[in-house]
């Protein structure tokens, strides 16, 4: 079994900036690729940012030059820096991971819970 932990949400104004990280553990082979995937109220789930094992990332238009992502392998640990937040990214954040459990078995993908980012005056 494979757990997401995520941390770092919260109420920022905008302009403001925020740190979300998120966590893996558990029974880990490999992780092929991680990312934060966000869900606004009333829209769909849509990937933010995205970060494969190296440094080959993939960004979501609307948050190009103002979110970097990031990744620890040796820890297991994705985190995403937010820097001029627009009240337009609030959402619940999940953190996402494509994992091998074990080296005989596929890559599957795995998902946090969610933390809230809020970006309000």
């Known amino acids: 079994q494979v757990q997401l932990v995520e941390s770092g949400g919260g109420l920022v104004q905008p302009g403001g900036s925020l740190r979300l990280s998120c966590a893996a553990s558990?029974?880990?082979?490999?992780?092929?690729?991680m990312g934060w995937y966000r869900q606004a109220p009333g829209k769909e789930r849509e990937l933010v940012a995205g970060?494969?094992?190296?440094?080959?990332?993939k960004y979501a238009d609307s948050v190009k030059g103002r979110f970097t992502i990031s990744r620890d392998n040796a820890e297991n640990q994705v985190s995403l820096q937010m820097n001029s937040l627009k009240v337009e990214d609030t959402a619940v954040y999940y953190c996402?991971?494509?994992?091998?459990?074990?080296?005989?078995?596929?890559?599957?993908?795995?998902w946090g819970n969610g933390t809230l980012v809020t970006v309000s005056s």
């Open positions: 996402n991971a494509d994992v091998q459990p074990f080296y005989y078995r596929p890559v599957m993908a795995y």
């Open positions: 558990g029974s880990i082979f490999s992780i092929k690729a």
């Open positions: 970060i494969i094992s190296g440094s080959s990332t």
